[in-house]
T-cell receptor, first 115, second 115 residues
Framework: AQKVTQAQTEISVVEKEDVTLDCVYE???????LFWYKQPPSGELVFLIR??????QNEISGRYSWNFQKSTSSFNFTITASQVVDSAVYFC????????????FGQGTELSVKP | DAGVTQSPTHLIKTRGQQVTLRCSPK?????VSWYQQALGQGPQFIFQ???????QRGNFPDRFSGHQFPNYSSELNVNALLLGDSALYLC??????????????FGSGTRLTVV
C-alpha cells in the first residue's frame, strides 16, 4: 500500500516559536519522490520542496528545513522562528515509482501562528 | 509567466446535473492532472492527461471524465452530480521529460457546490 500520514491535524504556536510538522509515508517502491506543499486560504497549493528517495541529505531554505529519514520512512518539516504568514495548511505528498504520475497526499496539518 | 489558470472559480450545481471545469496549464507544461479536495482532506488524484490521452486514473467512477486539447489545456467533466461531489477541484500541470517527476504547479481550484 502507498500512503502518507500526517498525524497532526492542527498545530497552534505563538510567533517566533519553532514548529515541526510530521510526515510518515509507506511505499514498496525503491524510487520515489516526496513533496511538501503549502495551501493558504486562497486554495492554491504552493510547492515548497521535492526530495528523491536516493537523497537523504537534509535541506535548509531560510527558515524552512526538512529532515528525510528512509530508515523511519519520515520526511519532517521544521519552520524556525515562525511568523503569522506561515499560517496555512501544509501537505506532505508521495509520488511513487518516479513516473511523473499521481501524487498521494496526506490529510494535511493546519498550522496557526498567533502574534 | 502565467501559472495554472482554472475556471470558473466557484460553481453551484443541482444534484443530477453535469458540470465542466477548465484548466490552462503553466506555459511550457504539457501534462495536466486533476485532483479532488473535499473539505478538511488532502487532494485525491482523479486522472492525468498527456498527449491528449488519459495516462493514469485514480479511484473515481466513470462519471468523471476529461479531455486534453492540442494546446495542452484540459477539461474535467462530471455527470450525474452527487452531493458528495462538492469539493475543491485542483488542476496541476507539469512538464513530462521521459516521465520523470519534475514537480507540479497547481491552480487555485474551482470550488464546486452541489445542492
Amino acid at each position: 500500500a502507498q500512503k502518507v500520514t500526517q498525524a497532526q491535524t492542527e498545530i497552534s504556536v505563538v510567533e517566533k516559536e519553532d514548529v515541526t510538522l510530521d510526515c510518515v509515508y509507506e511505499t514498496r517502491d525503491t524510487t520515489y519522490y516526496l513533496f511538501w506543499y503549502k495551501q493558504p486560504p486562497s486554495g492554491e497549493l504552493v510547492f515548497l520542496i521535492r526530495r528523491n528517495s536516493f537523497d537523504e541529505q537534509n535541506e535548509i531554505s531560510g527558515r524552512y528545513s526538512w529532515n528525510f529519514q528512509k530508515s523511519t520512512s519520515s520526511f519532517n518539516f521544521t519552520i524556525t522562528a515562525s511568523q503569522v504568514v506561515d499560517s496555512a495548511v501544509y501537505f506532505c505528498a508521495l509520488s511513487p515509482n518516479n513516473q511523473g504520475g499521481k501524487l498521494i497526499f496526506g490529510q494535511g496539518t493546519e498550522l496557526s501562528v498567533k502574534p | 509567466d502565467a501559472g495554472v489558470t482554472q475556471s470558473p472559480t466557484h460553481l453551484i450545481k443541482t444534484r443530477g446535473q453535469q458540470v465542466t471545469l477548465r484548466c490552462s496549464p503553466k506555459s511550457g507544461h504539457d501534462t495536466v492532472s486533476w485532483y479532488q479536495q473535499a473539505l478538511g482532506q488532502g487532494p485525491q488524484f482523479i486522472f492525468q492527461y498527456y498527449e491528449e490521452e488519459e495516462r493514469q486514473r485514480g479511484n473515481f467512477p466513470d462519471r468523471f471524465s476529461g479531455h486534453q486539447f492540442p494546446n495542452y489545456s484540459s477539461e474535467l467533466n462530471v455527470n450525474a452530480l452527487l452531493l458528495g461531489d462538492s469539493a475543491l477541484y485542483l488542476c496541476a500541470s507539469s512538464l513530462d521529460r521521459g516521465r520523470s517527476n519534475y514537480g507540479y504547479t497547481f491552480g487555485s481550484g474551482t470550488r464546486l457546490t452541489v445542492v
